[in-house]
């Protein structure tokens, strides 16, 4: 077994010291795969034929995803983009629905044999781009889209 080169040159850290992998907050942008990815899983758990203020879902999905903080535009902005890859997938049969009240935006999601497999295969797209960023972070010595 090789070791890994900082056990090489550091050992274990002192009894009762914190543990330094904490994972810091994170604000969701639109166009981040990572943020989309979240948004979609959430999305595809949330109750079918029954229209939910976006409001509602976007502070479901910070609830959630406590780490994360969800903007009321990005979440939107996904499911803008959801819509329209639902419209260019299946010719535009309206199954994901947004709409305003007087509370602000609505969202209506149609229960549809084929909608699960849809949001599966979306998620496993942005999984695909997640893993590909990582991957150029990594090679990049570090260096991101945000750098």
Partial sequence: MTESTSTLIAGDAPQGMPDANMTPPQIARSGDPFAALRIVHFVSRLHRNQTLQLRDVVNACNATFLDWYFTEKVVLAEIVQLQANWGISFHGDDRIVLDRNER???????????????????????????VEELRQFTLGDGISADN
């Fill in 104 to 130: 602000g935006h609505t969202l209506l999601i149609i229960d549809s044999t084929k909608m699960s497999t849809f949001l599966i295969n979306e998620a496993h797209r942005l999984s695909e781009k997640c």
